[in-house]
């Protein structure tokens, strides 16, 4: 988890590399030591023994070793969890979305994943003591279905001046895959520069899917895939922020028993995430969601609403 050392002073290393490291976002020495030097190479231009040194001179600063339990369970407190809009949701995901995590907002069309990520765009801004993280959110939207108004309005049903809720989300839009994967890769420049403390990305495999069609380019996608997850996460254990990513569910039709809709990303996807979680439509305007994989929360269910202030609990 990152301990925020303002600039790094790395001995022996010169002021131009570190202006380089400084441009794309690597200001701490645990930005630089999770990121592998091949990829600070491709980022910063430098060469690859630079690369290499400055990646061991940061983890020589960073104790990179063994931990006693007891120290990484100090750690663990410094992550925040982020209030969902829903208590019964905030409940089962153990408190809310959890900073140094990936959380999987799996579901169908319509079944609440992107009003969930609105949702958090606002209750992310909000103060700690108020079940947020206290910072800028950056969204990456795939799909084109990032909507300005509805945060407003999201803001506005909750009494939150909507101008700077929507000032402080960053939003970009990636026109495919690769434009995604520039996107997710350049992540730690603009986290580092604007505090964000949520990164969205609505939706994770969509572009995957649609340009990687047939079997012989599977593991070419997987792997793409897989180094974008990588990614996020590095940057959501380095900067102690919440990735959220939405997924779509794809129907298996030689399924024999169960729910026959799977989600999409393979087991890529369903490793890299650290909770997942399946949102389902309900009666009217109610959804229920579903904790299908996690490291420790229980498979709950949460029951939720969607009204004009976003997600809601049932109960209100
Ligand atoms: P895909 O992106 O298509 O996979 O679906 P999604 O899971 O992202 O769906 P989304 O979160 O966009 O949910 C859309 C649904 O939210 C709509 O069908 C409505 O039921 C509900 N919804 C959206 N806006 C409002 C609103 O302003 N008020 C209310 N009451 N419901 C809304
Ligand atoms: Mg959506």
Redesign the pocket.
Known sequence: MAEDVEMVDLDGVSSMTLAKLRKVGLTTYEAIAVTPSREIEDLTGMGADTAQKVTQLARDKIDHGFIPATEVLEQRKLMLRCNTGSPDLNRVLGGGIETCAITELI??????????CFTLSVLAQQPVEQGGFAGKVCVIDT?G?FIPE?IK?IAEARGIDATTILQNVLVARAYNSEHQTILIKNLPQVVQKNNVKLVIVD?MIGHFRGEFIGRGTLSDRQQKIGACLAALLRVAEAFNLAVVL?N?VQAKPDTAYGDPNKPTGGHVMAHACTHRIY?RKGKE?TRIAQVIDSPYLPEEKARFA???AGVIGCEQ
Request: zero cysteines; aromatic letters at 4%; charged letters at 25%.
């Open positions: 579901g169908e069309f319509g079944s609440g994943k992107t009003q969930l799909e279905t509805r309005q939706s939405t779509q949102l305007n969607v009204d004009a």
